[in-house]
């Protein structure tokens, strides 16, 4: 069974970085047929993707995001990441990571697994 | 980016009653749509995917139908334990875009 983790601060400041890690368990992120993934959530709101990794290092980005963002992998500890830069109040949400199968040659399809989320809040 | 409008926002039902919740996109996504439940607290779990397919352990009375621009999504006899907020989700173009989801309520 697979299962997702995330990890980081849940308090940032302004103008900072926020950093978050998924740790996955019960599958290997090199093993591919995947795209993993993080996904916000405001506070009483809808779901807003982020963006998504591929174990080869491959990304693709929200436009509404892209200049802030990095997602990147690191397969020898089975884990992906997120950073986020020059974070506002509006960045205040909870975080999920998931894993979208892969579908086709370059397509993401469903969230199949999802981490429990992290509540993220920027404030001074 | 694909704007999916979900109908209704919210849904007030009776145990045993036959739920429908509707989503429709801002253009053709063929069947590259699937549908969430998302519990007060917890993360969204996968109901449907590709418009139509039951993912693996989803009981039986959740189902999906559509393509192209308009999607359906049912609940044949609501139980307690559905009430929740559901999603749709497009997967045919990128940025990935949810619904902005329908809360339901147990009459």
């Known amino acids: 069974q697979v299962q997702l983790q995330e990890s980081g601060p849940g308090l940032v400041k302004p103008s900072q970085t926020l950093s978050l890690t998924c740790t996955v368990s019960?599958?290997?992120?090199?093993?591919?047929?995947?795209?993993w993934s993080w996904i916000r959530q405001h506070p009483g709101k809808g779901l807003e993707w982020i963006g998504y990794?591929?174990?080869?290092?491959?990304?693709s980005y929200n436009p509404s995001l892209k200049s802030r963002v990095t997602i990147s992998v690191d397969t020898s500890k089975n884990q992906f990441s997120l950073k986020l830069s020059s974070v506002t109040a509006a960045d205040t949400a909870v975080y999920y990571c998931?894993?979208?199968?892969?579908?086709?040659?370059?397509?993401?399809?469903?969230?199949?697994?999802w981490g429990q989320g992290t509540l993220v809040t920027v404030s001074s | 980016d694909i704007q999916m409008t979900q109908s209704p926002s919210s849904l007030s039902a009776s145990v045993r009653d036959r739920v429908t919740i509707t989503c429709q996109a801002s253009?053709?996504?063929?069947?590259?749509l699937n549908w969430y439940q998302q519990k007060p607290g917890k993360a969204p779990k996968l109901l449907i995917y590709?418009?139509?397919n039951l993912e693996t352990g989803v009981p039986s009375r959740f189902s999906g139908s559509g393509s192209g621009t308009d999607f359906t999504f049912t609940i044949s006899s609501l139980q307690p334990e559905d009430i929740a907020t559901y999603y749709c989700?497009?997967?045919?173009?990128?940025?990935?875009?949810f619904g902005q989801g329908t809360r339901l309520e147990i009459k």
């Open positions: 989700q497009q997967y045919d173009n990128l940025p990935l875009t």
């Open positions: 590709d418009a139509s």
């Open positions: 990794i591929y174990y080869s290092g491959s990304t």
């Open positions: 998931a894993r979208a199968r892969l579908v086709g040659a370059t397509n993401a399809g469903e969230f199949d697994y």
């Open positions: 019960g599958g290997s992120i090199s093993s591919g047929g995947y795209y």
């Open positions: 253009q053709d996504i063929s069947n590259y």
